[in-house]
C-alpha cells in the first residue's frame, strides 16, 4: 500500500478461530492494513550523492514499539466509549437535546500479528547412540500491527475524514 513516515504497510487478511463476537477478525479473510516499524539510513555513494534506505529493527525492538502502540490505541478507544458513555448521560438527563450535532468518531480496531517460523534439523548419533534424532524448534520471525481497512461508501452516503496524523498532531478539522 505505501509508506509513512516510520511503517511499511502492505495489505493482508486476517482469518482467527474461534471468530472473536466482536473487534477485529469478526469474519474469514477479514481484510486488513499489515503495518512494521523501520528506520531510515542515509548513505553516500562515491560521487557524493545520498541515497535513503530503509531497515527493519531487530525484533525485540519492533515488538517493544508495537506493543506500546496497540497499548495506545486499547486505552484511547477506552478512553473514547466512556466519553461517549458520559455524553449519552448527559442528553438523557438533559430536558433538552443539544443544539448541535455530536460527531461520531472511532479509532481503527488493531491487533498486534506475531510470526513464528518451524524449522527442523536432523542430529546425527555416534555409533552408541540412536541413529537420528529429529529436532523441531519454533522461532519467533516477525511482528505486525494490524488495523481494519478503511474502506469508503461507494454510494457517497458516508465520508471519511482523518482527524489527526503523523505529519500534523494537531485536528484537522477544516479539510
Known amino acids: 500500500i505505501g509508506i509513512g513516515a516510520f511503517k511499511t504497510v502492505h495489505p493482508g487478511w486476517l482469518t482467527l478461530s474461534p471468530l472473536p463476537s466482536n473487534g477485529l477478525g469478526v469474519w474469514t479473510q ?22 535513503l534506505k530503509i ?7 519492533e515488538l517493544k514499539q508495537l506493543l506500546k502502540e496497540s497499548n495506545v490505541l486499547y486505552w484511547a478507544k477506552a478512553l473514547l466509549n466512556f466519553t461517549y458513555e458520559y455524553i449519552d448521560y448527559c442528553i438523557d438527563a438533559a430536558s433538552t437535546p443539544p443544539s448541535f450535532q455530536i460527531p461520531c468518531v472511532h479509532f481503527v480496531e488493531a491487533g498486534i500479528a ?3 517460523s518451524h524449522h ?4 546425527q548419533g555416534t555409533s552408541t547412540q540412536a541413529p537420528i534424532v529429529n ?5 519467533f520471525s516477525a511482528v505486525y500491527l ?4 478503511v474502506t469508503f461508501d461507494p454510494t457517497g452516503d458516508e465520508t471519511f475524514t ?8 494537531g485536528p484537522s478539522l477544516d479539510e
Open 30 to 51: 477479514q481484510d486488513v492494513v499489515v503495518k512494521q516499524p523501520f528506520h531510515r539510513n542515509s548513505s553516500h555513494d562515491a560521487a557524493g550523492s545520498s541515497t
Open 55 to 61: 531497515s527493519h529493527y531487530a525484533l525485540t525492538d
Open 114 to 116: 506475531l510470526a513464528f
Open 120 to 123: 527442523s534439523s536432523n542430529i
Open 135 to 139: 529436532v523441531k524448534a519454533v522461532m
Open 146 to 149: 494490524l488495523e481494519e481497512q
Open 162 to 169: 482523518k482527524f489527526i496524523h503523523n505529519k500534523d498532531c
